[in-house]
């Protein structure tokens, strides 16, 4: 990469002196440009806006949009579909179902194969640029253990944009996710979700439940003490 302090790219600048797959870029005469706005990094271009486009292997949040004969057709947050196979589905679903799932193949039209599908019920279900989906993952899915550690709640989040949302402070893991989508481009993030989620959370960690149990138990002993003492 050419760039070592993060900046914004504006389309058509040259990101890499080589051939590069970089989502947001493309190749022309054996060089990677931007083809929309991005932020590069060190070791990382990473595009600011955009439509998602299906792409194998990627794990995503989708809704049952329509019902056929032998399968459904999943709405991505995206101009193209998704197709699932009655085959590859362990369980009926309707339309309006919510699914995680994964792309097996993306054919010439963009039109996804989709396999393995979870049917996700009882939670809630948020949208976000699909561009920022790395940043609420975080490195080694450190933001997403960040969050659901502090909130007590399960994250499925797909890579194209759609998050689901099922636990005790929801709303809580709903603003920590916004927060990083607004401040993504500012150092110093994973610190202040941190701050915030500790300030915030209801949740007790172990730690304060055992305190809790200890100070309870000391309080019990007391009450016996001061009564027959």
């Given at each position: ?62 809704i049952?949009?329509?019902?056929r ?29 919510v ?8 054919d ?11 049917r ?34 399960t ?75």
């Amino acid at each position: 990469m050419i760039k070592h302090m993060k900046e914004i790219i504006l389309p058509g600048k040259l990101v890499a002196n080589e051939p590069k797959k970089i989502p947001g870029c493309y190749i022309e005469d054996g060089k990677t440009y931007a083809s929309t706005v991005c932020m590069s990094g060190e070791d990382y271009v990473v595009p600011l806006k955009g439509v998602y486009i299906p792409k194998t292997g990627d794990l995503v949040v989708g809704i049952i949009k329509e019902e056929r004969f032998n399968g459904y057709v999943i709405e991505l947050n995206s101009p193209y579909d998704g197709q699932l196979s009655t085959r590859d589905s362990r369980e009926e679903l309707k339309m309006g179902d919510v699914i995680y799932a994964k792309i097996l193949a993306v054919d010439e039209t963009k039109e996804a194969t989709i396999v393995d599908p979870r049917r996700l019920w009882g939670g809630e279900m948020m949208e976000i640029e699909h561009v920022k989906v790395p940043r609420v993952i975080g490195k080694n899915s450190s933001m997403l253990g960040l969050i659901r550690d502090a909130t007590n709640t399960t994250l499925f989040v797909g890579r194209n944009g759609y998050v689901y949302l099922k636990g005790e402070d929801t709303a809580l893991a709903v603003e920590a996710i916004l927060r990083i989508c607004r401040e993504s481009h500012v150092p110093g993030l994973t610190e202040r979700i941190s701050q915030m989620l500790r300030e915030q959370s209801k949740v007790k960690t172990p730690a304060q439940a055992g305190k809790n149990e200890q100070e309870e138990q000391v309080s019990k002993e007391q009450t016996v003490n001061t009564r027959y003492g």
